[in-house]
Every structure is written in structure tokens, then in C-alpha cells.
């Protein structure tokens, strides 16, 4: 049996006195497909950066096998002025810690000193794995061919040679995924944390394909939990200071723990029943006087289960971390959006190209779409945000409408938490904001008077979160909701949603989310919208095939011919695409066919 890639022994981390995991032993086999997951905080991406040797723990030991590692960041570093084909043929950059780590291993190896003592070989042993780590992280990646990646996720050559700080959100995150795995080679470590961020469906369902073809160990962190479904082969959750490993994919994962969660309610109501008898019998013991050894073990046994139950508090609070529910108005007609014929350009550049939909009331509808087909345009058209150059959009008069916005540009910078909260309901007290804060995992204590300029992308979503649901509307139009959010928080929005009753438009390139939550999906390609009716899995082969035949059939000439619709001629050896309203519409093309003029190319 090969030795394992990882090996890990009760490690333990820990940030400004809060433990983010203690006593960690496992091991990770050759081959395997890890995904961490937690609570945002909980430490998930601490342990990948020390699982792949990018940062120390505090105590344990980690034994990492000598392999190359090759880590995705979700932060990636641009230099100013670099091209795409620069940051693919530059070497790695090595982390910061490393390199700090790696010069105080230098000063320590080169005293005398330590050589005297017991311990100096696991100094050394270190020293030798962070400087491997180094030259894999800064080694030139121009000797791989990354050529067949980039098509893949969608560059072009022309693509290379522009200013990658100009790319878009996603456009980034595919350009460092194809430095990433175009220099991974069987049997390396591919560490990835949170890859589908800002990806579309397409660009994630072909790093699913990618990661279930590698030969080689992958770690990952992600929060999306169709992904993790079709990739991950164990789960690590990195919550409430412990790791716990579970075997299969993440729903595997959450009917274990969903089970390890009821024992822990029993165990806990169990810890309650035996307190409350304890207590029982001492108030008998004091009804009859009797203080002897019994009052003393009683009293011994009722201090017991109380350490037991401090230790458990209530393990399905704790995994709900905040409540949501949208409050909703009823009052609406039966058509609450009408968009006709709706167009708008950018300078040149066609978005929308007489855009169509129709939302009744209570409808639940997803709008899908690849990145830059403009989907967030046609939401802030909707919403006022920015004008149409045409068409027409109606709204019901008895529509009241909320949109939730991605860019969080319903908040103010300036203004506090507290100011926030009464931006959405004035009629709120102060007790009534401490508690909506709290519910919400803030500190109600510390963040009332914290300004949204000073909060992290999650908590930026979850204050929007809540602003939306202080609003009663019949009209709900939500613009990613679950970017940021941890997966346990994610589940807490698709149960809100599930118990809406208005109408609801979500965009979203999360599939679990828009099969959990919409029974009509628009897609949104080319400047038009087509609408399915089902969810996103049960339409996806629908559009994918309309998509395919408006994309056309190649065909090669045998014969010259002038297709005289088009105007255009053709020689024997032409290559030529034609769609099938193009072949149906076109007598010259239907007759080349049937004479054999042209013959589809194999």
C-alpha cells in the first residue's frame, strides 16, 4: 500500500486566542479528491493553506509527501501592466509566510546551538519541505504547454496580449485556473480555494470534467455545492475548534453528519433528563432535611451533568447560524413583469438585442446566462438603475419590488450597521437592532457602530440579506444572493426563498440553488432570452441543444455553387457553418444538399 500524500497528527491552529481546530489526525491517500468545508471563519482555509504547506501550525506534526504542489489562490497578485501571456509564462510567486518561514529556518540551521539539542532533525526536515515548496511555487511554468487549457476556458490568442488587470471578475479566475492545471501533471498536489468564484456554469462544469479526469491528489474549498457533489470523494468540516472527516461526496457528507447532529440532540436531551432528576431528588432531599453523603453525591452528579451540558449547548442552534424569511405583501396582478423588444448597447457593443420575458404572480423563475451576456445589465434595467436605449418593461401597480443587488450597492460606506438596519425599517429600536444583528452573526455588542466600508464580502451579503427581508415585497429580484456565503448560510436562503410567496427572478450560476428554488428557467444568450419551463437541470439539455443548432453543422463544397440568398460563392474544398434556420431558409443550400454540392464534414 502506497504511503499517504498527507499525514497529519492533533494539529492544532489557532488566531488571536480563538482555537480554529484542535487535534487533528488524519491522512489523505494518493489520488484522493478532499473538499473542506465550515462556517466562514471556522478555519477551512487556515487548514488548506497548512495541509499544503503554506503555513505553520501551532501544534502537531504534518508529514507531506515529496510531490509538486500547485496552488489556485482566489486572490491572485497582478503585477501593473502585465498581459495575460505574461502571468502564464511568468514563474510562481511564493507566498510571503514561506519565504519568512523559509529565512528563519536559514538562521536556525546555521547556529551551532541547535545541534545540541534533541528535536534539531524536524528543523531540518522543515527547512527541506518549505524549500521544496518554494522552488514548486516559483518554478516557470513555460515549459508546459497551457495552449489547450486556455481554448478550453474560453481565450483566444488575441485574448493573451491584453492588460489582465482589465479582465472581468471571471475572466481572471479562469486565466490563474489555467496557470494552475496546465502545469499540474500526474501525481502532483492541485490545492484550489474557492475556484468557482465568478465562474459561469459552463467554465464550472469544465473543471468538474477536469478534476475527475486528474490523475493526482486534489484539495479544494469551495461553496458551491452542486460542485462539491460531483467532485469531492472525502469531506474534512472544519467547525467548532474540531475536524471532522467524512467519507463520499457533500451529500454524502450531509446525511452523515445530519445523523451525527440527531445523536448529538439525544445525547443532549438526555444530559437534560438526568439534570432535571438530579435536581428532582435534592429538592426532596431538602424537603426532608437530610444533608449526608447522598445530598453531597447528588449534588456532585447535578454539577456533572451541568459541566456536560455547558460543554453541549444546543447542537441545532449552533448549526443554524442566523434565521431568515422574506416578509412578502399580497397584493398583486396576475402580470407582474412584462419586458418587450428590450435592447441596450455599450459604446459598440450589443448586450441586449430585443430581449423578451413575462414573470406572472408567483412564479419563480432563474435567469441563466454565460459571464457578459447581460444578465446583471437587464436586472438593473428592471430596477431603474440604468436606462434602456429600447423597449418597453412593465411593472404591475400592485407590484412591490425588492432587488438584491451583488454589488451591495443598496448600501452606504458611511453609514453604520445600526443606521443601516433603520435605513430598511426606521421603526426600529435599538433592541430590536441588536437582536436582527445577532441573528445575522454579528456582534451586536461591537458592530452597531461599525461602518459597511470596515466588512468583509460575506458580511456585506448578509447585511443586504437583511435589509431585504425588512422590506415586504410581492416582487423578489436577487442578483447572485449566495456569493460570500458559506454553505450552511446558503442552505438557510434556499429554505427563505422556498417559503416566499411572491414572485421571484434569481440570477445565479449556482445550480443547487436554482433547482431548489425555481420551476421556470430564462436563458439569457446572444441578446435574447428563451424561457423552459422546469429548473435548471431538467431544461439545461433543452437550451444546450437549441444552442447548439443555432451554433450550425460544418459543411464541406464539393461542387462550386453560388448561394444565391446570401449572395455568397462557394469552390470545391470550402469549409462552410450554417445553422438550421439558415439551410431551412436558403433554396440554394437545401438543393447543394440534396445534389451533393456539399456533404456535412466528419
Known amino acids: 500500500m502506497a504511503a499517504p500524500i498527507i499525514l497529519a497528527e492533533r494539529l492544532a491552529k489557532g488566531y488571536g486566542g480563538k482555537t480554529l481546530f484542535d487535534e487533528g489526525t488524519f491522512q489523505i491517500e494518493v489520488g484522493e479528491h478532499v473538499a473542506l468545508v465550515g462556517p466562514n471563519g471556522a478555519g477551512k482555509s487556515t487548514l488548506l493553506r497548512v495541509l499544503a504547506g503554506r503555513e505553520k501550525t501551532d501544534y502537531g506534526t504534518l508529514k507531506l509527501a515529496p510531490v509538486r504542489t500547485h496552488w489556485f489562490d482566489q486572490h491572485p497578485n497582478i503585477p501593473p501592466g502585465a498581459t495575460a501571456r505574461d502571468l502564464m509564462a511568468a514563474p510562481g510567486s511564493a507566498p510571503p509566510a514561506l519565504l519568512a518561514e523559509f529565512e528563519e529556518l536559514e538562521g536556525r540551521i546555521s547556529d551551532p546551538a541547535l545541534y545540541e539539542n534533541h528535536g534539531y532533525e524536524a528543523v531540518l526536515e522543515r527547512y527541506a519541505e518549505v524549500e521544496r515548496e518554494i522552488k514548486n511555487a516559483t518554478k516557470p511554468s513555460a515549459d508546459h504547454d497551457a495552449s489547450g487549457v486556455l481554448a478550453q476556458l474560453g481565450f483566444t490568442d ?57 490523475d493526482g491528489t486534489v484539495l479544494v474549498v469551495a461553496h ?107 397584493k398583486s396582478g396576475l402580470e407582474v413583469l412584462r419586458i418587450a423588444g428590450l435592447e441596450k448597447s455599450y459604446g459598440d457593443q450589443m448586450v441586449l438585442k430585443g430581449a423578451d420575458l413575462e414573470l406572472l404572480k408567483g412564479e419563480r423563475v432563474g435567469l441563466v446566462g454565460g459571464n457578459g451576456e447581460g444578465k446583471s445589465t437587464l436586472l438593473k434595467i428592471l430596477t431603474g438603475r440604468i436606462q434602456k436605449d429600447a423597449g418597453d418593461v412593465r411593472v404591475a401597480p400592485g407590484a412591490k419590488s425588492m432587488f438584491f443587488s451583488q454589488e451591495h450597492d443598496d448600501l452606504r460606506l458611511e453609514r453604520t450597521l ?134 450550425g453543422q460544418s459543411y464541406v463544397v464539393r461542387k462550386k455553387f453560388t448561394d444565391w440568398t446570401s449572395q455568397k460563392k462557394f469552390a470545391p474544398g470550402d469549409v462552410a457553418n450554417f445553422s438550421e434556420s439558415q439551410i431551412r431558409d436558403s433554396v440554394t443550400l437545401r438543393n447543394a444538399l440534396a445534389m451533393g454540392w456539399m456533404e456535412k464534414a466528419t
Open 158 to 214: 488575441a485574448d493573451l496580449d491584453q492588460k489582465a488587470e482589465s479582465f472581468s471578475g471571471g475572466e481572471k479566475t479562469r486565466l490563474f485556473l489555467a496557470r494552475t492545471l496546465a502545469a499540474a501533471r500526474s501525481g502532483d498536489l492541485v490545492v484550489l480555494d474557492e475556484p468557482t468564484n465568478h465562474l459561469d456554469v459552463d467554465s464550472i462544469e469544465w473543471l468538474e470534467e477536469w478534476i475527475n479526469a486528474f
Open 418 to 551: 445600526k443606521e443601516e438596519v433603520l435605513d430598511a425599517r426606521s421603526t426600529l429600536d435599538e433592541r430590536d437592532v441588536k437582536a436582527l444583528l445577532g441573528r445575522f452573526r454579528f456582534n451586536p455588542d461591537v458592530d452597531m457602530t461599525r461602518t459597511v466600508s470596515t466588512l468583509s464580502g460575506g458580511e456585506r451579503q448578509r447585511m443586504m440579506l437583511l435589509k431585504c427581508i425588512l422590506k415586504p415585497s410581492n416582487l423578489l429580484i436577487l442578483d447572485e444572493p449566495t456569493n460570500h456565503l458559506d454553505l450552511w448560510a446558503r442552505d438557510v436562503v434556499i429554505h427563505a426563498l422556498n417559503s416566499y410567496h411572491g414572485t421571484l427572478l434569481v440570477v445565479s450560476h449556482d445550480r443547487f440553488l436554482l433547482d431548489s428554488v425555481t420551476d421556470k428557467t430564462s436563458v439569457l444568450a446572444g441578446g435574447h432570452i428563451t424561457t423552459y419551463q422546469g429548473s435548471f437541470t431538467e431544461t439545461r439539455h433543452l437550451f444546450a441543444k437549441r444552442q447548439a443548432a443555432a451554433a
Open 224 to 330: 458551491d455545492r452542486a460542485f462539491l457533489d460531483n467532485v469531492a470523494q472525502r469531506v474534512f468540516e472544519v467547525s467548532g475548534g474540531r475536524i471532522t472527516c467524512y467519507k463520499g461526496n457533500y451529500e454524502d457528507y450531509v446525511q452523515a453528519r445530519d445523523e451525527d447532529l440527531e445523536r448529538a440532540r439525544r445525547d443532549h436531551a438526555k444530559a437534560q433528563e438526568k439534570m432535571q432528576a438530579a435536581k428532582d431528588i435534592i429538592l426532596q432531599f431538602r424537603q426532608q432535611k437530610r444533608f449526608d453523603g447522598q445530598y453531597a453525591s447528588k449534588m456532585k452528579a447535578l454539577d456533572k451533568y451541568a459541566a456536560a451540558l455547558d460543554r453541549t449547548p444546543d447542537p441545532v442552534l449552533q448549526k443554524l447560524g442566523f434565521g431568515l424569511q422574506f416578509d412578502g405583501v399580497e
